[in-house]
């Protein structure tokens, strides 16, 4: 397993909320983060590390949408429902489309990030 790569993709998608435009799409976003957590899970594995296992069972999952919602919405993109106002809104929620709770998302970002962030300081510790 190549540590660097890891390290790599573990601080790409940390700083995913400061600059969104380091990932392209949300299919990449969730690509990387994937192929992340399968490395870390061969890592706990390889090296038997209950903490490393502990922060990575923390980790939230996030959907497609969660992560488009973001993007679409750090780089200014407008839906058609953003010009309906509340007759949107109600559309939406009737049909369940989009809606996508940004707090909550922005959490679960903020909380991968902060976990990516500790595992890296964990792996240069130990020498990876």
């Known amino acids: 397993m190549d540590y660097n790569i890891l390290k790599k993709s573990l601080k790409m998608v940390a700083a995913f909320?400061?600059?969104?435009?380091?990932?392209?799409?949300?299919?990449?976003?969730?690509t990387i983060h994937t192929r992340?957590?399968?490395?870390?899970?061969?890592?706990?594995?390889?090296?038997?590390?209950?903490f490393v296992k502990e922060l990575v069972s923390t980790i939230p999952n996030l959907k497609h949408n969660e992560i488009q919602g973001f993007i679409d919405n750090n780089r200014g993109v407008k839906h058609p429902s953003d010009y309906f106002g509340l007759l949107g809104y109600v559309y939406m929620k009737i049909f369940n489309v989009g809606g996508v709770n940004e707090k909550?998302?922005?959490?679960?970002?903020?909380?991968?990030a902060s976990r990516?962030?500790?595992?890296?300081?964990i792996l240069e510790n130990s020498g990876y």
Do not use: P, R
């Open 116 to 121: 990516n962030i500790t595992i890296i300081k």
């Open 36 to 50: 992340n957590m399968d490395m870390l899970h061969q890592y706990v594995e390889k090296h038997n590390d209950d």
């Open 17 to 30: 909320t400061e600059n969104s435009h380091a990932i392209n799409t949300a299919d990449e976003f969730l």
């Open 104 to 112: 909550n998302s922005m959490e679960k970002f903020h909380l991968i």
